[in-house]
Each structure stands twice: as C-alpha cells, then as structure tokens.
C-alpha cells in the first residue's frame, strides 16, 4: 500500500493545498476508512438526536403535569 500526501502550499488562515497520491490498495484504504467514518458519525448523531427527542418527551410531561396540577387548586 502507497499513500504519499504532499503539502503544496500553506495559507494564511491555517489551511493548505495538497496532493495525494496513492496506488490501488491505498485508495481501497482510503474509501474504507472514509465511509467507516461516516457511518460512525451518523451513528453519533443519530443517537444524539434520539436522546434529544427522548429528553424533550421527558420534559413535555414534567410541564404538562405541573400545569395540569395548577388548574386543578
């Protein structure tokens, strides 16, 4: 496997322009570990929007009780 990365030229806000090259295994590496990555992410996300939506049902009965039980007195 061959993957050479190249810094062509760095810019004032941090960045930079690069080459990569790589042969046939490299690349197979390379989009592996990529999707890998995005799976992992939207698996992240995803369970943080899932514990989000689970908090908010919490919280929407915590103050729908609370009101309900002021109306009552």
Not at 37 to 45: A, D, G, H, T, Y
Not at 51 to 69: L, Y
């Amino acid at each position: 496997m061959d993957i050479k990365l190249k810094i062509i030229r760095e810019n004032k806000d941090g960045s930079a322009t690069a080459q990569v090259d790589f042969d046939k295994e490299g690349l197979e590496f390379l989009v592996q570990e990529g999707l890998l990555s995005v799976i992992k992410e939207f698996l992240k996300r995803e369970e943080n929007a899932q514990k989000g939506i689970a908090m908010r049902k919490r919280m929407a009965k915590k103050v729908g009780t609370k009101s309900a039980t002021k109306k009552n007195k």
